[in-house]
């Protein structure tokens, strides 16, 4: 019997410890903000468009630059159903939230979930349209400020 209490007082402290120790896991969590997305960006898009099958396939190579001010802006090229276009203008605003995920609403009417990598060096995204399954990364290619 002194054995199963001793027992029981053992997890029974462990479970308090893990309930003192839970918030500064938190804490220690990933911290990030709209500056976290900073520098030169190359995004790589695939998918398909449309309600009704066939859908039609869809990619994008994409090349933007954002300064950390919940703006970017760039150039793309995309391919829907085979049909390529080139010299896409891209600009876009964007909110960051402190756990690393994020959305964004594009001048051309798309509209995306991310999750970007805490030092900001890669993201990824899932367009949040109707009609669209569509999913891509970004990829720093260089930091703004130092031109890395």
Do not use: W
């Not at 209490?5 to 308090?16: E, G, I, L």
């Not at 190359?42 to 039609?56: E, K, L, M, R, Y």
């Not at 276009?85 to 009417?109: E, F, H, P, R």
């Amino acid at each position: 019997m002194k054995r199963i209490v001793n027992f029981a007082m053992s997890v029974t402290a462990f479970a308090v410890l893990g309930l003192v120790m839970a918030p500064s896991a938190r804490a220690d969590g990933p911290h990030c903000s709209n500056a976290t997305l900073k520098g030169s960006y190359s995004a790589t898009i695939t998918g398909f468009v449309g309600t009704t099958a066939p859908f039609t396939p869809f990619a994008e190579l994409d090349l933007v630059t954002s300064t950390g001010d919940g703006t970017f802006s760039g150039t793309g090229t995309n391919s829907v159903g085979g049909v390529v276009t080139t010299g896409i203008t891209i600009t876009a605003t964007y909110t960051v939230n402190s756990d690393c995920s994020g959305s964004a609403v594009l001048s051309t009417g798309v509209t995306q979930n991310f999750n970007i990598k805490e030092d900001g060096s890669e993201v990824t995204f899932i367009s949040t349209n109707a009609g669209a399954t569509i999913t891509g990364e970004a990829k720093r290619l260089s930091d703004h400020d130092n031109g890395h």
